[in-house]
């Protein structure tokens, strides 16, 4: 599926990480997992309610990008993004009191788990329409330009939004322009229910970056260092002035598209083959190759544990918004 | 001094840009060619390409990126080059722009300006023609202006463009050059969300903005003189938020009112307007509320029904003299 060269690069980046950035991505990878677990437990027990989109599965893609960025890059997101908005730094907290639909939540709780935003983190926001970002991703990238400033954004889209024609106005703009936006397509081949085959002509994703003329690499979604080395690649060339890159990471969701779909129209057996690639594994057996201990990253899993514990506990004991309050926010002087 | 009102735009655009580097300028059309009614002309010369961009036809993809360049900060002004075109931008508007402070907890605003040239009576047929304010008068986060005069074009662009929400800007297109007017010098604001009397009159209100404003002055001269009737106009100005307090008050003086549009007559505007003047001053009213709008079709090239279609200076001489004889 990727070319020799994205294998090759992952190869290298595992001897050039050190063991706490190794053990940190773990980590992060450990915590959208159970995250997004406790999210669909919580769910079931009408704790969280609404639309929600869960990110198991696809950990390596976030994780593996947005440790490739400087802190103070930006980050554009979908409505599946608990794991970028967590990767980026947001604390588990306010990100479950969001899904709450708590006052204390990272929107406040008037967005949910489709509209996690962070300003602070440069964290730029999910966007529940799909392809919604692309076009603000592009005028991010035009304000650092303005001002000339050194930092990149990095806009993350699903296969869905392929055939929107905000993907292509995007693409053709950020290249005309050399924007220093890094595109990340998760293809994890469904949009919503229908088969990638079914509603997109070209199958390598990746493909959609020739004609617009800026470079396009596919990388393996469920390997999170061939994502980080395949980022830090395009990161460099976004900097740099050289403009766009588009990187189709191929991955797969452990669950539905929602809560509230099943997933039958997938079968049993493909479930099956790409659980065998859960990307938390995987890099748990390379970290133990690494002579990294087995008792280290059990250590990391109880951490993880406790804290989404915490964050569980502070969702459920933050107030809810004050209804005196529904309006405020809609101008800047309501 | 003497300017049209699309001078007195052209020169609000100067004057902010000069007076604020993140204000920059965003449109196809609007840097090289001036823009298709040379609303831009001469920013290019005087602020370059940085700020004064050619973009692609993508109207989507301009307001989309305006969302993203004002939520960091800067202050773009793009132009739809005719406000037929903002629906290829409607998601980014209602969507994005519009829900940005909100969705967020108030984090960040997002001061947009979005440029519309509106507006028939120029044989445009039926995609250079409408006027859309409608469709984004009811959604929260958006403030939508439509200035009728070359002074509050020019008052109400600078105040939009200080404005830190966003906010829509119908520019008539048919008054680009037909009206001129004096106006000071200088800096002055028109603030958004305040009405204007633009006559003062005792027996009749006339409630209108835009295109249609100069139909009810001239209206309201010829009822006075031919009637005797003392008709007072008020010019909306800023269709998001309305000014209840402007409209109920000249609603509850001369106790008849008459609300002109150009835009279609069901779902216009005006229905809200009515509604509002229904619900709070109802006793005070002499009359029932009449409206003179489009007709509810679609803008026909063929100059006699176009004329057939769109209100005018007649038909609200004829809806005042149906109300004053009521």
Same mark, same amino acid.
């Given at each position: 599926m990727a070319l020799e060269r994205e294998k090759h690069l992952a190869e290298r980046s595992l001897l050039t990480l050190t063991e706490t950035e190794l053990q940190d991505m773990y980590r992060m990878m450990v915590l959208i997992r159970r995250f997004e677990d406790k999210v669909a437990e919580m769910y079931m027990r009408g704790k969280i309610t609404g639309f929600c989109h869960l990110y198991a599965g696809e950990e390596a893609v976030a994780v593996g990008a947005i440790r490739?960025?400087?802190?103070k890059d930006y980050v554009v997101s979908t409505y599946r993004e608990h794991g970028h908005c967590l990767a980026k730094g947001a604390s588990p907290k306010r990100v479950m009191a969001e899904l709450f639909g708590k006052a204390t939540g990272v929107s406040r709780g008037r967005g949910g788990s489709m509209h996690l935003f962070d300003a602070e983190l440069r964290f730029m926001g999910g966007y529940?329409?799909?392809?919604?970002g692309l076009p603000l991703a592009a005028g991010l990238g035009l304000s650092i330009q303005y001002k000339e400033e050194p930092e990149i954004v990095c806009c993350f889209f699903g296969?869905?939004?392929?055939?929107?024609g905000a993907f292509h106005e995007t693409l053709n703009l950020a290249s005309l322009w050399k924007l220093p936006v890094v595109f990340i397509c998760e293809?994890?081949?469904?949009?919503m229910g229908t088969l990638t085959q079914r509603a997109?002509?070209?199958?390598?994703?990746? !493909?959609?970056a020739q004609p617009y003329n800026i470079p396009g690499v596919r990388v393996d979604g469920m390997d999170v260092l061939e994502v980080y080395a395949a980022t830090v690649e395009a990161a460099a060339h976004a900097r740099e002035g050289h403009g766009p890159y588009l990187i189709e990471a191929v991955t797969y969701r452990?669950?539905?598209?929602?809560?509230?779909?099943?997933?039958?129209? !997938?079968?049993k057996r493909e479930e099956r083959i790409w659980q065998e690639r859960d990307p938390i594994k995987r890099f748990r057996r390379r970290l133990i190759e690494r002579r990294i201990s087995a008792a280290t990253l059990d250590q990391i899993d109880r951490e993880v544990d406790a804290e989404i514990e915490e964050a569980v506990r502070f969702a459920d004991e933050s107030p809810d918004p004050d209804v005196s309050e529904v309006t405020k926010y809609v101008y800047v002087d309501a | 001094m003497e300017v049209t009102y699309v001078k007195a735009i052209n020169m609000a655009l100067f004057e902010e840009m000069r007076r604020d580097e993140n204000v920059f300028v965003m449109g196809e059309d609007v840097a090289e060619l001036g823009g298709a009614f040379k609303v831009t002309e001469g920013l290019l010369e005087e602020f370059g390409p940085d700020r004064v961009i050619d973009t692609p036809i993508a109207e989507s993809l301009i307001v989309g990126a305006g969302v993203g360049a004002a939520v960091m900060g800067l202050r773009p002004v793009v132009?739809?080059?005719?406000?037929?075109?903002?629906s290829c931008a409607f998601d980014q508007i209602v969507n994005m722009a519009a829900t940005f402070r909100y969705r967020h907890g108030g984090q960040v605003s997002c001061p947009l300006v979005i440029r519309a040239p509106a507006g028939a009576?120029?044989?445009?047929a039926l995609f250079h023609s409408?006027?859309?304010?409608a469709w984004f008068?009811?959604?929260?986060g958006l403030k939508v202006v439509a200035p009728a005069t070359a002074y509050d074009a020019k008052g109400l662009l600078k105040s939009a463009i200080r404005d830190d929400d966003p906010v829509i800007y119908f520019e008539h297109k048919r008054l680009y050059r037909s009206i001129k007017e004096d106006i000071p010098e200088g800096d002055f604001l028109v603030p958004i969300g305040i009405a204007e009397t633009k006559r003062e009159g005792r027996d009749l209100s006339v409630i209108t903005y835009g295109g249609c404003l100069h139909y009810a002055l001239d209206a309201a001269r010829i009822v006075e003189k031919e009637d005797g009737l003392s008709v007072e106009v008020l010019d909306?100005?800023?269709?998001?938020?309305?000014?209840r307090e402007a409209i109920l008050a000249t609603a509850k003086k001369t106790g008849k009112v008459v609300i002109a549009h150009?835009? !279609?007559?069901?779902?216009?505007?005006g229905g809200e307007v009515a509604a509002i003047i229904a619900e709070h001053a109802f006793d005070y009213l002499d009359g029932p509320i009449v409206r003179v709008g489009m007709a509810d079709t679609h803008n026909p090239f063929s100059p006699p029904l176009e004329e057939f279609v769109l209100p005018n200076t007649d038909k609200i001489v004829a809806a005042i003299r149906r109300l004053a004889a009521y």
């Open positions: 490739a960025l400087y802190d529940a329409i799909v392809g919604g296969d869905g939004a392929i055939p929107q293809n994890n081949f469904y949009g997109i002509c070209q199958q390598e994703l990746y !493909r959609f452990f669950r539905g598209h929602s809560m509230s779909d099943p997933a039958e129209y !997938r079968s | 132009e739809m080059q005719f406000a037929d075109f903002i009576g120029v044989h445009g409408q006027n859309p304010e008068t009811r959604v929260p909306l100005r800023t269709l998001l938020p309305l000014d150009e835009d !279609r007559l069901t779902g216009g505007i």
